[in-house]
């Protein structure tokens, strides 16, 4: 079995590039309420090893439920923290 996709960059509308205005973790909300689930993700999982650890984890947890996903939530984010601190 294999699996392909494609993913086509575009740019967020002057009205949701006026909404990312706040943090990162608010950022990441705006994003996946507009369909850019990869600029979510990839924010979430930056915030995965700051102090907005257990933030992270719930909205990614409810990123992954609401596009059917959950089945993700079982799965742990790699440890990329622990590594970058030794």
Do not use: K, T
């Not at 973790?25 to 850019?36: D, I, K, Q, T």
């Not at 979510?40 to 090893?49: A, E, K, P």
């Amino acid at each position: 079995m294999s699996f392909s996709s494609q993913i086509q960059r575009l740019p967020p509308s002057p009205a949701l590039a006026r909404q990312l205005q706040g943090s990162a973790l608010e950022r990441a909300e705006r994003y996946a309420e507009n369909g850019f689930w990869e600029d979510s993700l990839s924010l979430l999982v930056g915030l995965h090893c700051g102090p907005d650890r257990a933030a992270s984890l719930a909205a990614r947890q409810e990123l992954f439920a609401s596009v059917g996903l959950a089945y993700f939530n079982r799965i742990p984010l790699l440890e990329a923290c622990e590594r970058s601190e030794d």
